[in-house]
């Protein structure tokens, strides 16, 4: 069957069982990917060591489906580092979707060798495991930061610059040996550079929060606001539903122009911090919020970014299914603690 639209995917899926391996399973998007997997009937292996993670965000998964589709998924508490942890996993999977990392600029910038040690060894460890199992697909999460200092608008997946921090070389070394076992070795795999993706379970709290969750547990709380930078810092926010779409096509796409390659993962909009800002306020109903208190820029961000999807479309079949107003729109009537 070929598969040009998400519906086609959703029907493959639902007339055909694979068993996937999801790493960082307990994370933001790993746990929206085993959501889906699960609704869609599929058998999920995942592994996460929740050192960023968060097993809540299972159980809430777990929670919104029924018994038998529960019964599809085996969790293995585990490092990607370890040989040892990993290599029972890989009996029998079809497909990887390599969502593990420690993500975070400026942590990348306090812990270089930390950051490197799970986004690269810990990468490598699970690409060459993905290698010897023989899976059908190996697909994994880059990032927009590969584009570093290029100044080119909107961002193409040809033309990069100078990485600006070293999570930001870690995930162009990942793209590097992606492409590499695939020469090397024949491997698919498919590299997907998100673009500030946003939704439900994404962790508010902590120096190294994402924007959105933590802008809106700080005016729920009713606590100070900061952005850094004028505000006119510009980004291509991407409502986690759009990702778990790409993830998914990218595993069963039949285009052979598609693999071993990179793709933006993206809607293709630019906002910036100040009209985020008042988006959120505005879907939170906040008429007397606190205005935000600006500070120095954050070191390693880039200045403007916008992604180009017109790849992801054409090769995949991949259209954002959400905006960033729909996705907040979406993600806020959802917040239990909502007005």
């Known amino acids: 069957m070929a598969i040009s639209s998400y519906t ?17 399973v307990a994370g933001f998007i790993g746990s929206h990917l085993l959501e889906e997997l699960l609704k869609l009937n599929q058998n999920v292996v995942g592994i996460d060591n929740f050192s960023t993670g ?24 585990g490092d990607i580092g370890s040989k040892k942890d990993c290599t029972p996993l890989f009996e029998h999977i079809d497909f990887v979707l390599h969502q593990a990392a420690l993500g ?17 060894t810990g990468f490598l460890n699970i690409l060459l495991l993905a290698k010897n199992a023989n899976v059908k697909r190996f697909i994994y999460a880059s990032s927009s930061s ?7 608008l909107p961002k193409v997946e040809a033309k990069i610059g100078n990485p600006l921090s070293p999570y930001a070389v870690t995930k162009l070394t990942n793209e590097l040996y992606a492409k590499a076992f695939s020469t090397c070795y024949h491997i698919e795999t498919i590299g997907l550079r998100y673009f500030n993706v946003f939704g439900l379970r994404q962790n508010p709290n902590g120096p190294y929060a994402a924007v959105i969750p933590r802008w809106i547990s700080a005016l729920l709380a009713e606590e100070p606001i900061y952005i850094n930078g004028d505000g006119e810092t510009s980004r291509d926010f991407c ?3 759009n990702a778990v779409h790409a993830n998914l096509l990218a595993a069963l796409t039949t285009k052979t122009a598609a693999l071993n390659r990179v793709f933006n993962v993206a809607v293709g909009e630019q906002h910036t911090l100040n009209q985020l800002y008042e988006f959120i306020v505005a879907g939170l109903h906040k008429k007397n919020a606190q205005q935000p208190i600006y500070r120095e820029f954050r070191e390693g961000d880039i200045r403007h970014s916008l992604a180009s999807i017109e790849d992801i479309t ?19 009537s959802k917040i239990p603690s909502r007005p």
Do not use: C
Request: no cysteine.
């Open 8 to 24: 086609d995917l959703q029907n493959h899926l639902l007339s055909k069982q694979y068993t996937w391996l999801i790493t960082g």
């Open 54 to 77: 968060n097993e809540q965000n299972m159980v809430q998964v777990l929670d919104s489906v029924n018994e038998e589709q529960r019964k599809r998924f085996s969790f293995h508490r």
């Open 104 to 120: 975070s600029v400026p942590r990348s910038i306090t812990a270089p060798d930390i950051t490197h040690e799970n986004n690269v």
């Open 146 to 152: 590969v584009y570093g200092d290029s100044p080119d």
């Open 239 to 241: 409502y986690v539903t």
């Open 314 to 332: 054409l090769l995949l079949g991949y259209s954002p299914a959400f905006t960033l107003e729909e996705g907040l729109k979406q993600m806020l």
